[in-house]
Antibody
């Protein structure tokens, strides 16, 4: 059974950098696995931030273009999200997620971490 | 971006009822449509993928249908543990997008 546990600071200052990591257990980081971040707010609901596939190919939401770095490290059993120049609009609960992919498309998200609340505020 | 619209936004029902939630995409997504269930304080849980395939371990009272732009999630006989919020999500293209959610209440 795949388990994901995200961690990171709960409070980030505006214009700062949000860094989250997610420890993964029970997954083999196979070629059919992909790793994603999804965030949730009361106003916007669930928002896909981005995903990274085997071989490091990644894609992300236009709302974070130029600010985001996603990575998956099989040797560390860990995935990471770095979001730079944050604003209040980045305040959300962040979920790390394992997906199943084919041909670079995440077909579905089958395992979710517990969610980490992040507030952007001075 | 592909917009996903769910109906209704909320739904009151009773144990034993049959309920259907619909999801409409703004363009053809074939069957790249997934359904998730979320309970308060928890992460979403995958119920159905590729429009109609039941995820392992999900009770058979859940079913999905549809293709193209119109999809449905049906619960054949509501159980107390089914009262939650349900989301659809398209996997056809990036950015992946979710519906706004349907809150199923007693």
């Amino acid at each position: 059974q795949v388990q994901l546990r995200a961690s990171g600071p709960g409070l980030v200052k505006p214009s700062g950098t949000l860094s989250l990591t997610c420890g993964v257990s029970g997954a083999s980081f196979s070629t059919s696995d992909c790793w994603a971040w999804v965030r949730q707010t009361p106003g916007l609901g669930l928002e896909w931030v981005g995903e990274v596939h085997h071989g490091a190919a990644s894609s992300h939401n236009p709302s974070v273009t130029g600010r985001v770095t996603l990575s998956a490290d099989k040797s560390q059993n860990q995935i990471s999200l770095e979001l730079r120049r944050v604003t209040a609009a980045d305040t959300a609960v962040y979920f790390c997620v394992k997906g199943t992919s084919v041909g670079g498309r995440a077909l579905f998200f089958d395992s979710w971490g517990q969610g980490v609340p992040v507030i952007v505020s001075s | 971006d592909i917009q996903m619209t769910q109906s209704p936004s909320s739904l009151s029902a009773s144990v034993g009822d049959r309920v259907t939630i619909t999801c409409r995409a703004t363009q053809n997504i074939v069957t790249y449509l997934n359904w998730y269930q979320q309970k308060p304080g928890d992460a979403p849980k995958l119920l159905i993928y590729s429009a109609s395939t039941l995820q392992t371990g999900v009770p058979r009272r859940f079913s999905g249908s549809g293709s193209g732009t119109d999809f449905a999630l049906t619960i054949s006989s509501l159980q107390p543990e089914d009262f939650a919020t349900y989301f659809c999500q398209q996997a056809y293209s990036v950015p992946r997008t979710f519906g706004q959610g349907t809150k199923l209440e007693i």
